[in-house]
């Protein structure tokens, strides 16, 4: 679990470095990515593995919703970044695999369920949004 949650920071942070992301933001993009992939091995377990990636995508907007306020950054440094643990990049390199080796039955399974796991990491995102705007309108006029 240790070197999984060391390996999920790092992966974040250098993909924002990749991403041209402040220097002064990578341990924060590396936190959040670090947090994303804790809670997705801790719903994974409990719940399908969509619904995991969509309760950790929820949290890592949640997380750079508050990095952006904290540090006066864009929001979407933390949230790409955060969010890369999660991306199914794997499942759709193996969907290609079948494919390409015509076993379009397995191929098929496969890209239907990187398709969901992408739709579940833009739902969060949207859905963090959308939470965030709602906290932030209650906030002020409260």
């Known amino acids: 679990m ?8 790092i992966a974040a942070s250098a993909f924002c470095v990749l991403f041209n992301a402040p220097v002064r ?5 590396g936190f959040a990515g670090m947090i994303g992939w804790m ?19 929820v949290v890592v907007g949640v997380i750079s919703q508050f990095f952006a306020r904290s540090f006066k950054m864009p929001v ?10 999660l991306v199914p990049g794997g499942l759709a390199y193996d969907a290609m695999r079948q494919f390409v080796e015509n076993d379009n ?6 890209a239907v ?3 969901l796991l992408s739709g579940a ?14 906290f932030r309108r209650k906030h002020v006029s409260g």
Request: charged share 10%.
């Open 2 to 9: 240790i070197l999984q949650l060391i390996t999920s920071f």
């Open 25 to 29: 933001a990578l341990l924060q993009c």
């Open 39 to 57: 809670l997705y091995l801790q719903l994974d377990d409990r719940w399908d593995t969509v619904v995991a990636t969509f309760g950790a995508t």
């Open 76 to 85: 979407i440094i933390f949230s790409v970044g955060g969010i890369i643990p």
């Open 105 to 110: 039955n397995q191929g098929i399974q496969f």
């Open 113 to 115: 369920q990187a398709l």
């Open 121 to 134: 990491i833009a739902a969060g995102l949207v859905l963090s949004e959308v939470l965030g705007q709602m």
